[in-house]
């Protein structure tokens, strides 16, 4: 789907559901594919992927047709219920991240198949299914996840046991629940998906040592990518970001203002994707704060920036208060007893390099923006704020030079110029979308393509008829 095509889906979505057209469903009391034990999920699963790879092609692509098709219906359920449980974010942008990955996230159609012939023959190179693939979801992105790693791995033929984030263990059920009815409806089998109904770190470790799983697949932070490399398999590990953004002299300043803050407040900040913190020229820094102020955000100042400093940390300064992610920015404004109106997207500070809301993840829609006096400055800052983790990193400028520097040396799997982060995922940008950027491990945007092996198969001496 274009990008044209998913903003036009998004906008007519959320007008029916302000006229009240698109209903919330009601969680089924036995959700399909919901189950207390490791090993009863995995045998579901892996009787399954039997009758799944028996199927015709054609089929599995119908299934997946019909999961996008049930989803979409169902999208407010989705975002409501897992705004209800976690906590976290806007309901009305989990609306569109839900969206994005029912509509672009890749089908059987990305495992194109390819051919050698020669005077040796013929040599085909297809995608082979795993099987069955462990896979560790988060809170920030629990349907999301689920939706697009598993349309991605259903794709490939391959069937797939959840261990979600306790948080959104209730969303997960009711997705996973979604998705088999869906399979079910066309033809497919019931437990193409499982869940852990009462996930458990104990439930975690099992699922990724379980016998017979070849591909662990995990989204989340460094406590669950370590404990999947543990486990001994192959692993595709969707880790943590700190993407900054860097603003020269040359950028289309209202452009950089509306996109940071666009990009930096969707869903208040919970994507590993989102901004971060942002580093301008001192030439072009006032009236970029000022556009940022246009655009939704809150400028705090020195005793403002302390009081919010003690509000969402930890005593140790660096790490964050779990009870403060991904709320509105009008909470921390109240808390702090800072004035505002209407409903701010953003809070943004002026503060030092060194500062924890330049170094930390903080999963909030609080940015910190740092003074720099050229743009190497700027792009040498950037790329150490971010920490080596490769995830994702932004730019506005005009400079072509500049641009193709900050390119090579943030190496990271999204760069983003000239736009939001999200248009890295999509939304507003052209390609697939993934909310499994694995960087720990190399493959960045998932697709079927990582959750399938390469199988060759050769007939030597035939077919080549040119």
Not at 250 to 270: H, K, P, Y
Not at 333 to 348: A, N, Q, S, Y
């Amino acid at each position: 789907m274009a990008t044209a095509d998913l903003e036009g889906v998004v906008a007519q979505v959320l007008n029916r559901l302000k006229d009240g057209e698109i209903k919330r469903g009601d969680p089924p009391k036995n959700p399909k594919g919901t189950f207390k034990a490791v090993a009863d999920a995995v045998a579901a699963a892996r009787s399954s992927q039997t009758t799944l790879i028996a199927l015709p092609l054609e089929k599995r692509r119908e299934i997946v047709a019909n999961i996008r098709r049930r989803a979409a219906e169902d999208v407010r359920s989705l975002a409501e219920m897992a705004h209800e449980e976690t906590k976290l974010g806007r309901v009305e942008d989990k609306i569109k991240k839900n969206l994005l990955v029912i509509h672009k996230t890749p089908g059987p159609e990305i495992l194109e198949p390819l051919a050698y012939t020669g005077d040796d023959g013929l040599t085909l190179i297809e995608r082979a299914p795993y099987g069955v693939i462990a896979s560790i979801t988060p809170c920030t992105n629990p349907t999301e996840t689920i939706i697009n790693n598993g349309l991605s791995m259903l794709a490939g033929g391959n069937t797939v046991v959840y261990n979600p984030h306790p948080l959104a263990k209730g969303v997960s059920s009711y997705c996973v629940d979604l998705i088999n009815r869906a399979s079910m409806e066309v033809g497919g089998p019931e437990n193409i998906m499982t869940i852990m109904g009462n996930p458990t770190i104990e439930s975690a470790n099992e699922l990724l040592r379980f016998k017979g799983i070849r591909l662990n697949v995990v989204t989340g932070g460094p406590a669950v990518v370590q404990a999947a490399f543990a486990a001994g398999k192959k692993c595709i590990a969707g880790g943590p970001g700190n993407p900054p953004v860097v603003v020269d002299e040359t950028a289309d300043l209202e452009q950089a203002a509306r996109g940071i803050v666009s990009g930096a407040s969707f869903d208040n900040n919970i994507i590993c994707c989102d901004e971060k913190e942002v580093f301008a020229v001192d030439k072009i820094y006032d009236r970029l704060v000022e556009g940022l102020q246009r655009h939704g955000a809150v400028l705090l100042r020195n005793h403002q920036i302390t009081r919010l400093q003690k509000l969402i940390l930890q005593p140790d300064g660096r790490h964050t208060r779990h009870e403060w992610v991904g709320k509105s920015a009008s909470a921390y404004l109240k808390e702090i007893d800072v004035p505002f109106r209407g409903d701010p997207r953003l809070i943004i500070c002026e503060v030092p390099f060194d500062h924890p809301f330049v170094q930390t993840e903080l999963l909030m829609p609080i940015l910190g923006v740092v003074r720099v006096k050229d743009v190497h400055e700027g792009i040498d800052l950037a790329v150490e704020a971010e920490h080596g983790f490769g995830h994702t990193a932004s730019m506005y400028s005009k400079n072509i030079d500049a641009l193709h520097r900050m390119a090579r040396v943030v190496n990271c799997s999204i760069f983003v110029k000239n736009a939001p982060n999200y248009a890295g995922l999509g939304y507003g940008g052209e390609g697939y979308t993934s909310f499994t950027i694995a960087s720990p491990t190399g493959e960045g945007l998932t697709t079927a393509r990582h959750f399938t092996r390469e199988r060759r198969c050769t007939l030597a001496g035939y077919f080549r008829y040119v």
